[in-house]
């Protein structure tokens, strides 16, 4: 039986110490030097430029009265004028959220875009209103002015659109 508890010590020592061993291993080392630069990537593909040239003008506490309103905005530059494009919206100050002109009831229209200038829009209104916001939204374009807008393929041609 003398062997028996000698192999029982010797195999309660022997995990002892494999534990210890293991538990020794498991520390974090040293770490090694940084190693040297990789080859750059190939460069992607070239796509097409975006139109990042977008200016939103907002007219707070505004009135509107009947017949033509002219505000100046000097944001609306040659270039917008020439190859852009102007939306307007409108809102009643404290509504979350805006409607885009031309804005009407039923089948008439009350307030529309009239006139765009080098530095000013012309909104026509069929109503007198106060405490109104406005927002202009000036885009930046290209010189579309070949297109047929109401032909679909020369549009979806020009600015390179997908179905």
């Given at each position: 039986m003398k062997s028996m508890e000698t192999i029982m010590k010797f195999s309660k020592y022997g995990i002892l110490v494999l534990i210890?061993?293991?538990?020794?291993?498991?520390e974090d080392g040293v770490?090694?030097?940084?190693?040297?630069?990789?080859?750059?990537?190939?460069?992607g593909a070239n796509g097409q430029d975006g139109n990042a040239n977008v200016v939103s003008v907002l007219f707070e506490?505004?009135?509107i009265s009947?017949?033509?309103?002219?505000?100046?905005?000097?944001?609306?530059?040659?270039?917008?004028?020439?190859?852009?494009?102007?939306?307007?919206?409108?809102?009643?100050?404290?509504?979350?959220?805006?409607?885009?002109?031309p804005l009407s009831i039923g089948q008439q229209i009350i307030l529309?875009?009239?006139?765009?200038?080098?530095?000013?829009?012309?909104?026509?209104?069929t109503f007198n209103q106060s405490n109104l916001k406005l927002r202009f939204v000036l885009v930046e374009g290209n010189?579309?002015?070949?297109?047929?807008?109401?032909?679909?393929?020369?549009?979806?041609?020009?600015?390179?659109?997908?179905?």
């Open positions: 210890l061993f293991l538990s020794a291993c498991a770490d090694g030097q940084i190693g040297p630069q990789g080859p750059a990537g190939a460069d506490n505004q009135t009947n017949g033509d309103n002219v505000f100046d905005i000097p944001e609306l530059t040659q270039e917008i004028f020439d190859t852009g494009i102007v939306y307007a919206y409108v809102t009643v100050t404290g509504n979350n959220y805006w409607e885009v002109l529309e875009i009239d006139k765009i200038e080098v530095g000013k829009a012309t909104l026509r209104a010189d579309a002015s070949g297109i047929n807008f109401e032909n679909y393929l020369e549009v979806q041609s020009f600015y390179n659109l997908t179905d």
